[in-house]
């Protein structure tokens, strides 16, 4: 697989084992075997803001790259897209009815509009965003990690470096804890891993469950869980329950898990796929010129 054809395959695991996870979220003593039962017996699967975010951050990364050579400064250009991406995606959870005046972009999708509990960390970032307001919190939730994959792509032309930079770009603008810088570091560097080497090249044999690594509320938690689940796992549907058969943000940690998963070009089951109610929209973005393989 070349790079664009493995965003593709990891766009498709994150959003599988998202909307999978939402199902399970606040549970507690979670067994792997209902979180593969859910997975085969759900008619649909939706997903959640999680991959939602990706979407609409992989859409304004699209747009940043049609600017980016009439422009001088490249990163307030970056950053202004990546916000319009983030507010965007703020209008679909606070305006059910916009789609209906909307009829081209990723926010002519109805099923952007689903609400699913988005976090209230990006919520209140993205209402400072739309009135021009500095965004102000000490936060370091996942929130920051779970939508950076469409940076994944930058790697091979930005260089890890780089790629890590835009990254740190969007996770700051929502959330202002330094640790998220130090989680998003690490996450692209298990991005670059799993796109050049097939492999997280992790070792955590020395865990034996994976909510030591936490519960996937912060950043930090999320990604150890997500490597953690990753590096047990032999098969996708092993890698996709053991990352949400826990009491945590299991949706979260599985988006995340998923993205690895799916970058490492290993196997997402189309059985799964074709049950995501939001395909389509993952096709468009899929679709895109900076992602079409």
Known sequence: MNIKERFANALYAQAVCDAVGDRFEFEVAVTQQEVIDHANNADTLEITDDTQMALFLAEAYNEFTKQVKFVSNVTELFKHSLENGLYDWYLTQTDAHAYKEIDFGLASFASM??????????????????????????????????????????????????????????????????ENALAIEKLMQIYDNALFYNDTMVNVDHLSCIEKCGLGWTAMECVDMAIYANAKAKSFDEMMSIAIAHGGDSDSVGAVAGSIWGLCGKEVPIKYVNKLAERDAIDYVLSLEAFKQ
């Open 113 to 178: 509009y689903k609400i699913k509990a988005p976090g209230l960390t990006c919520l209140s970032a993205c209402e400072s965003i739309k009135n021009d307001e500095p965004v102000k919190n000490n936060s370091k939730g996942c929130g920051s990690v779970m939508r950076i994959i469409p940076y994944a792509t930058l790697i091979d032309s930005w260089g890890l470096e780089g790629a890590t930079f835009a990254a740190k770009l969007s996770g700051d603008a929502t959330h202002k804890h330094p």
